[in-house]
């Protein structure tokens, strides 16, 4: 299945598709409960550029042009991405996307987090017989889980950037919990980092409807439902990958 082009290209759309619609979605929830905070106009211009590219991914023929169209999109999000930031504004400043190094607290912790993230997903894929080192949009590449970082695209938004914004706006952290290396590199000190982690604990136990199931499940269920329903397209019990749409 992943060797076959026009096959792997429309799981790989799905996977997207999720990731997309979710990120519209966060942009969404942030206009609806705090505009009179924000630039109510970039991040309403940000959510229009998402559905467009929602409609892209439709009638995208080519893995290539998939990738472009998510790394236009994502650089669209991020680019408003510090509008969802409401306080300590000042220090929680994000400028884009840093990986290796992070170079700021909100990379720091998006990137400890998505790598969590990660390791549950291939986790839940192992779990249910499927390889997580083969993927439809990441590339094979030795010792890369591509089927885990394909899983994961549609949950980054809602899983991960949501947690780390409320950390943030709740004030779970705050400059005292990060330390910055002579190289460069943000890191969360060792007792940020426990706490986050109870956090991140906490908030898997809480419930929500799954979208397409329509059952109340755990947050920290989703990885492994997704991975069992893809688990079950790939064996032809269902006739597409139904991705995870936050409501």
Same mark, same amino acid.
């Given at each position: ?152 695209? $549609? ?26 290396? $002579? ?30 199931? $329509? ?33």
């Amino acid at each position: 299945l992943s060797d076959d082009a026009n096959r792997s290209l429309s799981v790989a759309q799905n996977f997207i598709t999720g990731k997309l619609y979710n990120s519209k979605r966060v942009l969404e929830r942030l206009l609806r409960d705090h505009s009179l905070r924000i630039n109510e106009a970039a991040v309403k211009d940000a959510s229009n550029s998402l559905r467009d590219s929602l409609c892209c991914i439709k009638n995208c023929n080519s893995a290539d042009k998939l990738r472009g169209i998510e790394g236009d999109a994502a650089s669209v999000y991020f680019g408003v991405f510090n509008e969802l930031v409401l306080r300590d504004k000042e220090f929680f400043l994000f400028k884009g996307r840093t990986r290796r190094p992070p170079k700021d607290a909100i990379n720091a912790m998006l990137s400890l987090f998505y790598t969590v993230l990660a390791n549950d997903c291939a986790a839940a894929l192992e779990g249910v017989g499927l390889d997580p080192y083969v993927g439809f949009l990441h590339t094979d590449r030795p010792g890369r889980a591509s089927l885990a970082l394909d899983l994961m695209e $549609e949950l980054r938004s809602v899983c991960v950037d949501r947690f780390v914004l409320t950390a943030i706006n709740n004030r779970v952290v705050d400059s005292s919990c990060f330390i910055v290396l $002579e190289t460069g590199e943000c890191r969360l000190s060792g007792e940020a980092r426990k706490n986050l982690f109870s956090m991140w604990q906490d908030r898997k136990r809480k419930t929500i409807v799954h979208p397409f199931l $329509e059952e109340k499940i755990p947050w920290g269920l989703i990885p492994h439902v997704q991975a069992l329903l893809l688990s079950r397209f790939v064996r032809g019990e269902l006739d597409g990958y139904p991705p995870f749409l936050w409501k």
